[in-house]
């Protein structure tokens, strides 16, 4: 099925399409004439044996994809809706261990343990040290003049998070952030990031946080490490199980908040009466429509594990579902002026976090807290930053990335 309104061969995972925009027009479009849309592709450019995926673009679509697990598999063919057309069929298998690729009871089984890294006490825990390590990172960048806001404020705080969390001494957390740029960056040849660097990076890491897990079963410490792994008969984590989870957070949580980040300033640089706005009365509600506006993840992607119906469209057992969040996050059904970047928003239901159900994002506090946190600090130190040239954006299925970010600090 074509959609007579756009280009015939148009797919909304094209990576060449996201390293210049976000297809915002292409999915008001499709809300409007095809909400669940046929997108065909030559077969086997995703690296899966098919033809193409439903397009899912609706906010209410993909809330039912993403709370219906048992129609909608994560586990089937993974959540990434687009791998290099290389890949073999058992590379794509292997991240069937990662817990944003289970489904449940196995997905239930692993986020109850991990989500003890997440409760509001722990993220209390951690406030006082981000918001030191904001700061810092905000006084070192007006020290410079100007830079990459990309490298130099961007994706400081998220890594210097997670390190946090886990416990990675301040000497390896360079490494974490080298691996998880190489395991999103296969996309884009500019960074000479080939889909076997990436794998091998993927493995480093797992290596890594399993000698960690290791270390924290012989020796506990009072951190996370040790309340996920210390004690496996417990309904703890295996070595090789928080391996995984770890692989996850670098990127759920490193790639995805440093980009809110660097699209959030990005926003407020382009609609300086929210600038303003921001740096006189500091609302509560800024971090949620910065992660509406970047939307970081474009899209995931479910398996049907039966013939369905969705939006008026007979969806067959084994056909891949693309539920593209950046879309949902524009539906004028549900927002009003969507359009408009408003960090006054209330209500604001975005999905940028997931659309509900066993998915949804498990680190949403620690996110937002981030971003609250380096925006407080940034209007403190940097309240004439100004942009010194146009984003340069990450070429990517999925990821609504920037890769570099030329400001003015003062």
């Given at each position: 099925?074509t959609?007579?309104?756009?280009p015939?061969?148009?797919?909304?995972t094209?990576?060449?399409v996201?390293?210049?925009r976000?297809p915002?027009p292409e999915?008001?479009v499709?809300?409007?004439?095809?909400?669940?849309?046929w997108?065909?592709q030559?077969h086997?450019?995703a690296g899966?044996?098919?033809d193409?995926?439903?397009?899912?673009?609706?906010h209410?679509?993909?809330?039912?994809?993403?709370?219906?697990?048992?129609?909608?598999s994560a586990?089937r063919?993974?959540?990434?809706i687009?791998f290099?057309?290389?890949?073999?069929?058992?590379?794509?298998?292997a991240q069937r261990?990662?817990?944003?690729?289970m489904?449940?009871?196995?997905?239930?089984r692993v986020?109850?343990?991990?989500?003890?890294?997440f409760?509001?006490?722990a993220?209390?825990?951690?406030?006082?040290?981000?918001?030191?390590?904001?700061?810092?990172?905000?006084?070192?960048?007006?020290?410079?003049?100007?830079g990459?806001?990309v490298?130099?404020?961007?994706c400081?705080?998220?890594?210097q998070?997670i390190a946090e969390?886990?416990?990675?001494?301040?000497?390896?957390?360079?490494?974490?952030?080298?691996?998880?740029?190489?395991?999103?960056?296969?996309?884009?040849p500019?960074?000479?990031?080939t889909?076997e660097v990436?794998?091998t990076a993927a493995?480093?890491?797992?290596?890594?946080?399993?000698?960690?897990?290791?270390?924290?079963?012989e020796?506990?410490a009072?951190?996370?490490v040790s309340?996920?792994?210390?004690?496996?008969?417990?309904?703890?984590?295996?070595?090789d199980e928080f391996?995984?989870?770890v692989?996850l957070?670098?990127?759920?949580?490193?790639e995805?908040?440093?980009?809110?980040?660097?699209h959030?300033m990005?926003?407020f640089?382009?609609?300086?009466?929210?600038?303003?706005?921001y740096?006189?009365?500091?609302?509560?509600?800024?971090?949620?429509?910065?992660v509406?506006w970047?939307?970081?993840?474009v899209?995931?992607?479910?398996?049907?594990?039966r013939?369905?119906?969705?939006?008026?469209?007979?969806?067959?057992e084994?056909?891949?579902?693309?539920?593209f969040?950046?879309?949902?996050?524009?539906?004028?059904e549900?927002?009003e002026?969507?359009d408009a970047?408003d960090i006054t928003?209330?209500?604001?239901?975005?999905?940028?976090?997931?659309?509900?159900?066993?998915?949804?994002?498990l680190g949403?506090?620690?996110?937002?807290?981030?971003?609250?946190?380096?925006?407080?600090?940034i209007?403190?130190?940097l309240?004439d930053?100004r942009?010194?040239?146009?984003?340069r954006?990450l070429r990517s299925?999925?990821?609504?990335?920037?890769?570099?970010?030329?400001v003015?600090?003062?």
């Amino acid at each position: 099925m074509t959609c007579p309104a756009l280009p015939e061969g148009f797919d909304l995972t094209d990576p060449d399409v996201y390293r210049n925009r976000v297809p915002l027009p292409e999915f008001a479009v499709l809300r409007r004439t095809a909400p669940v849309w046929w997108n065909a592709q030559p077969h086997g450019i995703a690296g899966f044996d098919d033809d193409g995926y439903w397009a899912v673009t609706r906010h209410a679509d993909v809330k039912e994809v993403s709370t219906r697990p048992e129609v909608f598999s994560a586990h089937r063919n993974t959540s990434i809706i687009r791998f290099n057309p290389h890949i073999g069929r058992e590379q794509i298998d292997a991240q069937r261990l990662i817990m944003l690729n289970m489904d449940p009871p196995e997905h239930t089984r692993v986020r109850q343990i991990v989500q003890r890294g997440f409760t509001p006490r722990a993220i209390r825990a951690l406030e006082a040290a981000l918001r030191r390590r904001a700061e810092a990172i905000v006084t070192r960048a007006r020290g410079r003049g100007s830079g990459d806001f990309v490298t130099d404020v961007a994706c400081e705080l998220p890594l210097q998070a997670i390190a946090e969390l886990i416990g990675v001494p301040q000497e390896d957390r360079a490494r974490i952030f080298d691996w998880s740029n190489k395991m999103v960056a296969y996309d884009d040849p500019e960074l000479a990031i080939t889909q076997e660097v990436g794998s091998t990076a993927a493995m480093e890491l797992i290596s890594y946080a399993m000698n960690l897990a290791a270390a924290r079963k012989e020796c506990p410490a009072r951190d996370i490490v040790s309340r996920l792994v210390a004690a496996e008969d417990e309904g703890n984590l295996a070595p090789d199980e928080f391996g995984f989870f770890v692989l996850l957070l670098a990127v759920a949580g490193n790639e995805t908040t440093r980009n809110a980040i660097s699209h959030g300033m990005h926003a407020f640089l382009t609609h300086p009466e929210q600038w303003e706005l921001y740096k006189r009365e500091r609302p509560a509600t800024t971090a949620e429509e910065i992660v509406r506006w970047a939307t970081p993840v474009v899209s995931f992607q479910r398996t049907a594990t039966r013939d369905t119906e969705l939006g008026g469209a007979r969806i067959a057992e084994g056909q891949r579902v693309g539920i593209f969040y950046a879309s949902a996050n524009h539906d004028p059904e549900v927002f009003e002026r969507p359009d408009a970047f408003d960090i006054t928003r209330d209500p604001n239901p975005h999905l940028g976090f997931g659309g509900g159900g066993p998915h949804f994002c498990l680190g949403r506090s620690l996110a937002a807290l981030e971003i609250d946190l380096i925006f407080h600090a940034i209007a403190d130190t940097l309240p004439d930053i100004r942009l010194e040239g146009e984003p340069r954006r990450l070429r990517s299925a999925w990821l609504n990335g920037i890769k570099e970010l030329r400001v003015r600090y003062a």
